[in-house]
């Protein structure tokens, strides 16, 4: 059983930085592609980074040169460093972890593990 445990959120300016965690419990950890995803009051889940268990990125348009996701996979975690941040950026901020698939997907659906989420907040 996989358990996935988001912290790091909170209250920032905009224009400011946040850093993300996301500590993983499982064996599968290093060999599971792994994401960011958030959804904002009023608004569907979307996609928001992923790294692969190689270690390759991929981003949506809208974070891309602003966000970062890496992962240590000795400590069995996922970050998401989040720079230049904008009001339209708060949202619950959940990790997720795809389920026997090494490559990342921006797909909401195919990610099968998900934790609680961690609430971020841009004020203008």
């Known amino acids: 059983q996989v358990q996935l445990v988001e912290s790091g959120g909170g209250l920032v300016q905009a224009g400011g930085s946040l850093r993300l965690s996301c500590a993983a419990s499982g064996r599968t950890f290093s060999t599971s592609a792994t994401a960011w995803l958030r959804q904002a009051p009023g608004k569907e889940r979307e996609f928001v980074a992923a790294?692969?268990?190689?270690?390759?990125?991929l981003y949506a348009d809208s974070v891309k040169g602003r966000f970062t996701i890496s992962r240590d996979n000795d400590r069995n975690t996922v970050y998401l460093q989040m720079d230049s941040l904008k009001p339209e950026d708060t949202a619950i901020y959940y990790c997720a972890q795809r389920r026997f698939y090494s490559v990342s997907s921006s797909r909401t659906d195919d990610y099968s593990y998900w934790g609680q989420g961690t609430q971020v907040t841009v004020s203008s």
């Open positions: 790294v692969s268990s190689g270690g390759n990125t």
